[in-house]
Structures are given as structure tokens and as C-alpha cells.
Nanobody, 115 residues
């Protein structure tokens, strides 16, 4: 079992920055990778970025060059640094952990970008 708690969302103007945090607890040593997803109103949840247990990262084209995913393993926390935010980045952002083929989700944190 893995528990995930997101934080750091809020209201920001277009062009601004936010840093989201995903704090993991439980069987953290079994985590293969942690990802950020987002879901805008009326749209399907979409994958945004992933960091593996080896530290490799990959990004969706829509956020590449603007978002950075990183991990502080001493704090059991994964971050999503979001720069140059656009109105289209407005969504609820969810943290996801993959553990031996099972998915765990946090409760989400709202990010609103005003244009």
C-alpha cells in the first residue's frame, strides 16, 4: 500500500510558476515510478510527466521545456515545477505511483491559471 498527498496548487497568472509536491508514504521502496496527471473540466485525465526509481524523466509534449519533475528521496517527495504557465494548464493535478503493476492516486490539487 502506498499513500500519496499532493499540495502546492493555487491561483497564478499566466506566465507565472508553481511547484507541486507529492508526499509518499507506506511501501515506498516498492514504487517503480511516480507520475503527474491532470484533468481539466470536461476533459479526460491526461499524463503529464514521470520519474522512475532510477531517476529517469519523461514529459508530455504539451509541458516539455516548461515543467520539471524531480524527486527528493530523503523526504519521500516528488515535485513538479511548473513554469511559464498557460491558461490551458488549468486542471486538477494528480500524483500517481506505480507499484508492481498497481496504481495508487492522490486526492489531487487544483491549479488555476488566469489569463
Amino acid at each position: 500500500q502506498v499513500q500519496l498527498v499532493e499540495s502546492g496548487g493555487g491561483l497564478v497568472q499566466a506566465g507565472g510558476s508553481l511547484r507541486l509536491s507529492c508526499a509518499a508514504s507506506g511501501s515506498i521502496f516498492s514504487i517503480n515510478r511516480i507520475s503527474w496527471y491532470r484533468q481539466a473540466p470536461g476533459k479526460q485525465r491526461e499524463w503529464t510527466a514521470t520519474i522512475t526509481s532510477a531517476g529517469s524523466t519523461i514529459y508530455a509534449d504539451s509541458v516539455k521545456g516548461r515543467f520539471t519533475i524531480s524527486g527528493d528521496y530523503a523526504k519521500n517527495t516528488v515535485y513538479l515545477q511548473m513554469n511559464s504557465l498557460k491558461h490551458d494548464d488549468t486542471a486538477v493535478y494528480y500524483c500517481n505511483a506505480c507499484v508492481r503493476g498497481s496504481d495508487y492516486w492522490g486526492q489531487g490539487t487544483q491549479v488555476t491559471v488566469s489569463s
